[in-house]
């Protein structure tokens, strides 16, 4: 039998990448750029659909890729309704709420289920899947309640790396997933601290929305009082707060840069501003690790740190300096998103793990 052939697709906001893999092995993988000219021609990301799905097509041929030989094809996930974490074929109620999401969000990640879908569809017997969406939610109940009954805590994070990461570490125990208690930061542009209890999610930060950690990008959990008299002062619209919660929050507002490796060149420098700075970053993700740590009630059998991040030793020392006395420390510098969505493909097309259906 011959081996299986997989597609990743993960579509950004400017670009779109794409990979294949033959069984484990990375045979192909291209970052195709979009300009603003060239996206300035669509009204809204819904209609990117075609060009984006030719480009691909485009580059799978020029590279000798033959896609009639794919068994499946695995996009990012989208902004679907909140879901269990784990692989989920492409269905109409799925792609319906990924078009929905289009034009509510314009999040050009549900480009991915319903590329790979229309993909699959003129390929017999390949199968198009999403894993691992970032509206992954398995919180525990308890974990959920956030002190007012308008406002209900909810999960949107890094539930792909995260788990990925997850799964590395426990084979390197030689362990399964679901049989051991993992934390997971996942540190990058956003930062998530998840408490994983034997393969679930329990408990997370809502890391677009205004929890946890401040990040190169984002400000993380606010004073809730002074951002509620922020907004009524008259000052600032309704899309400035939410710039100044994710996209202009955190480092960028601090010291003017998202850039990491400006702001260690910074730190080596002397800088007093930059170097308290990332101490209070380094500070507070020890901190959101220590909180999940009581979130799994100190059973913790590894501490795990992945993303861009993780690639700064000075800012994972910081870390580890706080968090080494509660349980090991690993590090998994950067992210694969692409390998991740191949092998949760892998893993379905082998029985691996469950397909899971889609409802609204």
């Known amino acids: 039998m011959s081996n299986k052939l997989i597609l990743s697709i993960n579509p950004g906001s400017t670009s779109t990448k794409i ?9 192909f993988a291209k970052n195709l750029n979009h300009s603003v000219e060239e996206l300035g021609a669509f009204a809204d990301m819904a209609d990117q659909f075609h060009f984006r799905k030719d480009i691909i097509l485009k580059e799978l041929k020029e590279a000798g890729i033959d896609i009639r030989k794919l068994n499946a ?3 990012r996930g989208g902004w ?13 109620a799925m792609k319906e709420r990924l078009r929905y999401g289009i034009q509510q969000t314009q999040h050009a990640s549900n480009l991915g289920g319903l590329i790979a879908d229309d993909i699959a569809a003129g390929i017999p017997g390949a199968r198009a899947f999403i894993a691992d969406p970032p509206v992954v939610d398995e919180m525990d109940d308890v974990a959920r309640i956030s002190g007012h009954p308008l406002f209900q805590r909810r999960a949107l994070f890094h539930p792909l790396n995260q788990r990925a990461v997850a799964r590395r570490h426990a084979a390197s125990l030689g362990k399964k997933y679901d049989e051991i208690n993992l934390i997971v930061a996942h540190m990058g542009g956003g930062i998530s601290v998840g408490a994983h209890r034997r393969g679930r999610i329990v ?4 890391a ?11 400000s993380g959990g606010l004073p809730a009082a002074d951002v509620a008299k922020l907004c009524f002062s008259g000052d600032y619209t309704l899309h400035d707060i939410k710039k100044m919660i994710a996209g ?10 998202t850039d990491n490796r400006e ?3 910074r730190v080596a420098a002397g800088d007093k501003q930059a170097t308290l700075i990332e101490n209070a970053m380094a500070y507070q993700v020890a901190k959101e690790i220590g909180a999940m740590y009581t979130a799994l009630a100190g059973d913790v059998d590894a501490i795990v740190l992945t993303g861009g991040l993780a690639y700064n030793r000075p800012f994972i020392k910081k870390i580890t300096g706080r968090i080494e006395k509660l349980a090991p420390v690993a590090v998994y510098p950067g ?3 692409m390998e991740a969505l191949a092998m949760n493909g892998l893993m379905a097309l082998n029985g691996e793990t469950d397909v899971l259906e889609y409802t609204n």
């Open 19 to 27: 990979a294949v893999y033959e069984e484990t092995r990375k045979i």
């Open 73 to 75: 094809i695995v996009g």
């Open 80 to 92: 679907l309704k909140p879901v269990r974490a784990g692989v989920y074929g492409v269905n109409d």
């Open 203 to 206: 408990d997370v930060n809502n």
């Open 208 to 218: 677009l929305d205004g929890e946890g950690p401040f990040t190169p990008e984002r």
């Open 248 to 257: 202009k929050g955190g480092c960028v507002a601090y010291l003017g840069t």
């Open 263 to 265: 702001i260690e060149a």
């Open 335 to 337: 992210e694969d998103e």
